[in-house]
């Protein structure tokens, strides 16, 4: 079956060891071990050369052939020089193919060339980060696709991992692209969907939350390094070439209810990582390494000590577990030099008893520095949260003419329902509006940045969450997924169904522009993202799995592709060989769409 000519077959067998956990046997070849057991002899097992056969890392002879050229010369070798035919069957000679490809894919000539070099300016065609660039805005400036032929986007190719509701974002450079599951990481061919490395490891028993579910979002990169963080908080460097493990780090100082579930930053020579689990208690923080060698630089503790700057605002025992945890990918400035990075949800969120006051540095934005990790300023969303308010939705870096002024602003639809727009440079609330129907926790935020609590408990339930949100300079419109409900409040509001919708914001009043309402799965509880091209064309998942491409102008529908799964993962988008596609993950694949 696997081995079917039309490869047909194949791919539903694909898709079906998705679902059903099919041993490691039935899953696509493995270029990197096929190599090994192969070629290696000769070309040596780190693919740098031997007195048989030339090096193949990094050789710019290969560089710029495609996966087919590649194939071919395997298929036929050069027997009078040396290099033998393979005769192997078509998926082994495509997997070891991709495999070489893969080896060449720092040198590769065109726009993804040289990714050490392009931290902070990423060229239009990669996606070289978690959220494609480091402010986090989910724009790119692609436009071979758009509104006049996004109508004829199709399906190019679909890439499983035996895992049921993936959440990551892929990043794609050099032709390769990064995909991760629960403690698990794989090099695909971005054109083919081929593998060529796998890494894994077992998942980690008795672990609680969103880590021991399995959630993955995704890793970073640079130079010849991915790293990852797995499902207990240990951050890894792995071999960009080849997914051998390089350095592994425990993130926590003690155990406590860690877990990692976030893709890592990348901002220059370092790596950055938050961790999961203010659910269950524990004292949150991010730490940053460096990148070549793993040594912890800082760790910045996001619920501070006796004694320490904002233990005033913990009235009870000492926060020991007092949550505020870090599992969304934070944005960085380069102009400022400043990290912004979200916290979450006090512990326990919903029993307030022991711990009076403000709670900080939860539900909060910080301005780091990257260097030290000292705190420049902070600006708390929900002070004393009793309804699990994570502020953990993107912090979106915009510069704009604001009023008039030019500005750096942070763009930020929270968990409490506000919109807000903040100064970045110190922290200054510019404004702050409902972008729900209904919220009444609050009557409003007051202009020194302070809600005027009415209802603590009131609504709204989830207003917006960790998935992506995009800006489109082009348009001047905040794209987001938002959901009207409110279930739990003390005033009740019998006609809440629990809404998503679609919907841009002017960032100058707040107000809703257009929205795209989702009537289809009232009640679906996932979230998957927002991506804004410059072919005018926003991208994202709909709650009951239809893939959609809409006009930035007006939220009208242009395209859509039904994976029929929950997506709870955001789009990207990336050119290779002069031509652009879009992935997401939908259900256990990954889903590739070109013209
Ligand atoms: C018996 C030794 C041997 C084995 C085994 C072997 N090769 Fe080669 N390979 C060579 C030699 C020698 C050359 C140089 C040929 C030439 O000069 O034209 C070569 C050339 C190549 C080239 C072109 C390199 C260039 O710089 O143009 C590629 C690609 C390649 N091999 C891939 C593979 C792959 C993939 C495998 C395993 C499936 C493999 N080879 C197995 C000996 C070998």
Known sequence: MIRDPRGVLLKITMVAAAFLLLPAALWPADGRKLFRERCAGCHGSDARGSGKGPGLAGNPRLSGQSVEQLRDMVQ?????????????????????????????????????????????????????????????????????????????????????????????????????????????????????????????????????????????????????????????????????????????????????HYGGTMAPLVVKDTVIAGVSGADEGIRGFIACYRAETGELLWRHWTVPRKGERGSETWQGSEPLRGGGSTWLTGSYDEATDTLYWPTGNPFPDGDDRDRGGDNLFTNCILALDPRTGELKWHYQFTPHDVRDRDATEPPVLVDATYRGKPRKLLLHADRNGFFYVLDRTNGELLLARPFLRRVDWAAEIAPDGRPRVTTPKGCPDDAANWSSAAFSPVTRLFYFLALEECTGSPLGYPDQTGQRFLRALNIETGKIVWEVP?????????????????????FYGKPNGGFEAVDERDGKALWRFETNVRMKASPMTFEVQGKQYVAVAAGPNILCFGL
Not at 107 to 113: E, I, W
Not at 140 to 169: A, D, M
């Open 76 to 256: 036929r070798g050069a027997p009078n020089a040396g290099m033998p035919a393979f005769d192997l069957p078509p998926e082994e000679l495509d997997a070891v193919a991709s495999y070489v490809r893969s080896l060449n894919a720092g040198v590769t000539v065109g726009p993804a060339a040289g990714i050490q070099d392009t931290w902070g300016k990423p060229e239009p065609g990669d996606w070289l980060t978690y959220n494609g660039n480091l402010s986090a805005n989910r724009y790119s400036g692609l436009k071979q696709i758009h509104r006049g032929n996004v109508g004829g986007l199709r399906l190019k190719w679909i890439f499983p991992i035996p895992y049921y509701g993936l959440e990551v974002t892929p990043l794609e450079a050099g032709g390769v692209m990064y995909v991760t599951g629960p403690n698990q990481v794989y090099a695909i061919d971005a054109l083919t969907g081929n593998q060529i490395w796998k890494y894994s490891r077992p998942q980690t028993q008795g672990l609680d939350g969103d880590a021991s579910l399995g959630t993955n979002r995704g890793v970073a990169i640079r130079d010849d390094k991915v790293f990852y963080e797995t499902d207990n908080a240990h951050l890894l460097a792995l071999s960009r070439a080849t997914g051998e493990l390089v350095w592994e780090k425990t993130m926590p100082e003690e155990p406590q």
């Open 518 to 538: 989702q009537p289809e799965a009232a009640k679906a509880k996932t979230w998957s993202g927002v991506l804004a091209t410059a072919g005018g064309v926003v």
